[in-house]
């Protein structure tokens, strides 16, 4: 499980990007590069985190079903996730 910390911080940085996301737009649309350098570093989209919707696993998360592959895995055998099933051949 990730700290709370952890998850409050990804939480932060997701509400600086919606903040910005405009500002940004305009200014890439501009070409006004030293502008967008002056933004906080926050505002970018590539600060966020994927974690685990359930464990908070911030590492191998399936950006589809937003878990990850352990979670993903635990919940195909138990049949919780429609269609699928584990592969034999």
């Not at 709370?4 to 006004?32: F, M, P, W």
């Not at 350098?37 to 589809?64: E, I, Q």
């Amino acid at each position: 499980m990730a700290s709370k910390s952890t998850v409050q911080r990804n939480n932060r940085v997701k509400r600086t990007v919606a903040k910005y996301a405009e500002l940004r737009r305009e200014l890439k649309a501009k070409g006004d590069y030293a502008a967008l350098a002056r933004l906080p570093r926050d505002a970018s989209p590539t600060r966020v985190r994927s974690l685990c919707a359930l464990t908070g696993r911030s590492r191998a998360v399936y950006r589809k079903f937003k878990i990850s592959r352990i979670m993903l895995r635990e919940l195909a055998l138990q049949g919780m996730i429609p269609g699928m099933r584990k592969a034999s051949w």
